[in-house]
């Protein structure tokens, strides 16, 4: 007979008191003829539950509710951006320019990773949650070598890669009993997905200057997702976590603001500006809703 899970442990007091029974013969009976490495994912599955319940990350508190939304348009954000880079990269590959900097093998990884996060973006569109969560992690991971094992930097500096670290924090974050694919959702943050990449292309065709594209790349979402804001909150049912949720997913746009150790304080500044405004609409949205819902209830 197998033993007790030593993540068991890991459980508040209280929890492992009312449930503890329960959790030790589902991990009894799920581990049964099971190899060590099978007994192994279980208990990290168990310690995962664990961490979440300490941390409030449920789907039924306030901030699991908001990681849930937040997640979907974390990762077609950094889908849209990929997807960008890739492109150029592409181009430039294909135009063979002598004044491109590093090929090889970092080229390569960035291309890997880049096209990696643009499928994981593709997937939360289609539906595919898990597919997402899978791939995410996987060009993360790519592009963290592509930096750190070549120690070049193609189109970006060290912030993107801090950019798509708290991107994939928030994707991890999402309760996973609550998948966020939900079509609403999925349409949202498509809309990110597909905006975000065309406007900057469209700048970038404009010749806009590079130092004002740096800026874009983080205007432009954070735009969206501001305008997003402003207009689903007032639709939702719980209108606190969508509006939590949205401001969570802008954060990852917030690093290019960073230089080398300090903070372009004026460009962050624009960014919570935008979503300020945003909040502000649709709490007036939501008070005009309550207040139309309260004179139909007495009228």
Same mark, same amino acid.
């Given at each position: 007979?197998s033993?007790?899970?030593?993540?068991? =442990?890991l459980?508040p007091?209280?929890?492992?008191?009312?449930?503890?029974?329960? @959790? $030790?013969?589902?991990?009894?009976?799920?581990?049964?003829?099971?190899?060590r490495?099978?007994?192994l994912?279980e208990?990290?599955d168990?310690?995962s539950?664990?961490?979440r319940l300490r941390?409030?990350?449920?789907? #039924?508190?306030?901030?699991?509710?908001?990681?849930?939304?937040?997640?979907?348009?974390a990762?077609?954000? $950094? #889908? =849209?951006?990929?997807a /960008?880079? %890739?492109?150029?990269?592409m181009?430039?590959?294909?135009?063979s320019?002598?004044?491109?900097?590093p090929?090889?093998?970092?080229?390569?990884?960035?291309?890997?990773a880049d096209?990696?996060?643009?499928a994981a973006?593709?997937?939360v569109?289609l539906?595919?949650?898990?597919? $997402?969560?899978?791939?995410m992690?996987l060009?993360?991971?790519?592009?963290?070598?592509?930096?750190?094992?070549?120690? /070049?930097?193609? %189109?970006?500096?060290?912030?993107?890669?801090l950019?798509?670290?708290?991107?994939?924090?928030?994707?991890?974050?999402?309760?996973?009993d609550?998948?966020?694919?939900g079509?609403?959702?999925r349409?949202?943050?498509?809309?990110?997905g597909?905006?975000?990449p065309?406007?900057?292309v469209?700048?970038?065709?404009?010749?806009?200057?590079?130092?004002f594209?740096?800026?874009?790349?983080?205007?432009?979402?954070?735009l969206?997702?501001?305008?997003?804001?402003a207009?689903?909150?007032?639709?939702?049912?719980s209108?606190g976590?969508? $509006?939590a949720g @949205?401001?969570?997913?802008? /954060?990852?746009?917030f690093?290019?603001?960073?230089? *080398?150790?300090?903070?372009e304080?004026?460009v962050?500044?624009?960014?919570?500006?935008?979503?300020?405004?945003g =909040?502000?609409?649709a709490?007036?949205? *939501?008070?005009?809703? #309550?207040?139309?819902?309260?004179?139909?209830t007495?009228?």
């Amino acid at each position: 007979m197998s033993r007790s899970p030593r993540a068991l =442990a890991l459980y508040p007091r209280a929890y492992r008191r009312a449930h503890g029974d329960e @959790i $030790a013969a589902h991990y009894a009976e799920s581990t049964v003829g099971a190899s060590r490495s099978e007994r192994l994912w279980e208990q990290a599955d168990l310690a995962s539950h664990a961490l979440r319940l300490r941390l409030r990350l449920t789907s #039924a508190d306030p901030l699991g509710r908001a990681l849930a939304v937040a997640a979907p348009y974390a990762a077609t954000g $950094a #889908a =849209a951006y990929a997807a /960008v880079v %890739f492109a150029q990269a592409m181009m430039r590959v294909l135009w063979s320019e002598s004044a491109y900097g590093p090929g090889g093998p970092s080229l390569g990884l960035l291309l890997a990773a880049d096209l990696i996060l643009t499928a994981a973006g593709a997937a939360v569109l289609l539906g595919s949650w898990r597919t $997402a969560r899978r791939l995410m992690p996987l060009g993360t991971a790519v592009l963290a070598v592509q930096q750190f094992a070549t120690g /070049v930097y193609v %189109f970006d500096g060290p912030s993107r890669l801090l950019s798509l670290a708290l991107a994939l924090l928030l994707v991890l974050g999402c309760p996973p009993d609550t998948p966020p694919v939900g079509r609403p959702l999925r349409t949202a943050a498509g809309v990110l997905g597909v905006l975000t990449p065309v406007l900057l292309v469209s700048a970038a065709l404009m010749h806009v200057p590079l130092f004002f594209i740096t800026l874009f790349a983080s205007a432009v979402p954070v735009l969206i997702l501001s305008v997003t804001l402003a207009l689903t909150v007032p639709r939702s049912p719980s209108p606190g976590a969508c $509006a939590a949720g @949205i401001a969570l997913a802008a /954060v990852p746009w917030f690093t290019p603001s960073v230089q *080398v150790l300090h903070w372009e304080g004026d460009v962050a500044a624009a960014l919570v500006a935008l979503l300020a405004t945003g =909040a502000a609409v649709a709490g007036v949205r *939501v008070r005009l809703g #309550a207040r139309r819902a309260r004179r139909l209830t007495h009228g």
